[in-house]
């Protein structure tokens, strides 16, 4: 079992301070611990959690004791991702814990290679419930199970070690695989209204437009007539004079 040294904080200096000096500050607890402010190597705590994580419990060394912990939460920097808090959870002993245990995925599916599936993770850890030293690390799923499109993986085909109990209904399922669906863009819906109503009013202005002209040569012709009959009425009134 993996374990790391604390030391007993002084609240006194700042947090950032702490940091500067290659260690992190973190606190630890439990039902029938007090809370105690400690720091930890930053280096040496990366190495723990990455091998461990937030599920399998971990030997807390002090200058007064040792806990056995599981590392409860971590305070990681959204900029730099590394971590700059840790709570340690004192597990009381004797007494069994509940944790959320990652699933790791094995087997290939032949409903996802052969016939086009695609794979649905419904979960990605699931809870048990057992002795602080049966807490395994991971669960494997084994998606070779997966043969046919909508075959299902429920908790009960999740082989877990002894001394650990599933705290999730046996039905609940974790994976499945479903036939893949082409995706249909649909056209914009044309408003064939508004079309014809635009093509309607230009065919009106056309008319309009035909008509103006219509009659303004019509108003032209009419004027130009009467001079026409005038110049020839004179015409022959000159032609009647001179006879």
Same mark, same amino acid.
């Given at each position: 079992?993996?374990?790391?040294?604390?030391?007993?904080?002084?609240?006194?200096?700042?947090?950032?301070?702490?940091?500067?000096?290659?260690?992190?500050?973190?606190?630890?607890? #439990? +039902?029938?611990?007090?809370?105690?402010a /400690?720091?930890?190597?930053?280096?040496?705590?990366?190495?723990?959690?990455?091998? /461990?994580?937030?599920?399998s419990?971990?030997?807390?060394?002090?200058?007064?004791? $040792?806990?056995?912990?599981?590392?409860h939460?971590?305070?990681?920097h959204? &900029?730099?991702?590394? *971590?700059?808090?840790?709570?340690?959870?004192?597990?009381?002993?004797?007494?069994? &814990?509940?944790?959320?245990? *990652?699933?790791?995925?094995? #087997?290939?599916? +032949?409903?996802?290679?052969?016939?086009? #599936?695609?794979?649905? =993770?419904?979960?990605?850890?699931?809870?048990?419930?057992?002795?602080?030293?049966?807490?395994?690390r991971?669960?494997?799923?084994?998606?070779?199970?997966?043969?046919?499109?909508?075959?299902?993986?429920?908790?009960?085909?999740?082989?877990? *070690?002894?001394?650990?109990?599933l705290?999730?209904?046996?039905? $609940?399922? &974790?994976?499945?695989?479903?036939?893949?669906?082409?995706?249909?863009?649909?056209? *914009?819906?044309?408003?064939?209204?508004?079309?014809?109503?635009?093509?309607?009013?230009?065919?009106?202005?056309?008319?309009?437009?035909?008509?103006?002209?219509?009659?303004?040569?019509?108003?032209?012709?009419?004027?130009?007539? +009467?001079?026409?009959?005038?110049?020839?009425?004179?015409?022959?009134?000159?032609?009647?004079d =001179?006879?």
């Amino acid at each position: 079992m993996l374990s790391l040294n604390v030391e007993k904080r002084d609240l006194k200096v700042r947090a950032d301070k702490v940091r500067q000096n290659a260690r992190m500050p973190a606190i630890y607890y #439990g +039902p029938k611990e007090a809370s105690t402010a /400690v720091t930890v190597s930053m280096n040496d705590f990366k190495e723990v959690f990455k091998q /461990v994580g937030e599920s399998s419990v971990i030997i807390l060394k002090d200058s007064e004791a $040792e806990h056995e912990v599981l590392i409860h939460e971590v305070d990681i920097h959204p &900029v730099s991702g590394e *971590p700059r808090h840790a709570d340690f959870y004192v597990i009381e002993k004797g007494k069994k &814990v509940k944790v959320y245990i *990652p699933l790791v995925w094995s #087997g290939v599916s +032949p409903a996802v290679k052969d016939k086009g #599936g695609i794979l649905i =993770k419904v979960m990605r850890e699931i809870e048990v419930e057992a002795a602080p030293r049966d807490l395994p690390r991971e669960l494997a799923v084994d998606i070779s199970k997966l043969i046919e499109l909508n075959d299902t993986i429920h908790a009960k085909d999740i082989s877990v *070690p002894a001394g650990v109990e599933l705290k999730v209904s046996a039905d $609940e399922v &974790v994976a499945s695989v479903t036939e893949a669906k082409e995706e249909v863009v649909e056209a *914009p819906a044309l408003d064939l209204s508004a079309i014809e109503v635009e093509a309607k009013g230009k065919e009106a202005k056309e008319g309009e437009a035909g008509a103006a002209g219509a009659g303004a040569a019509g108003a032209d012709a009419k004027g130009a007539t +009467p001079a026409a009959g005038g110049a020839g009425k004179k015409e022959d009134k000159k032609g009647g004079d =001179k006879k």
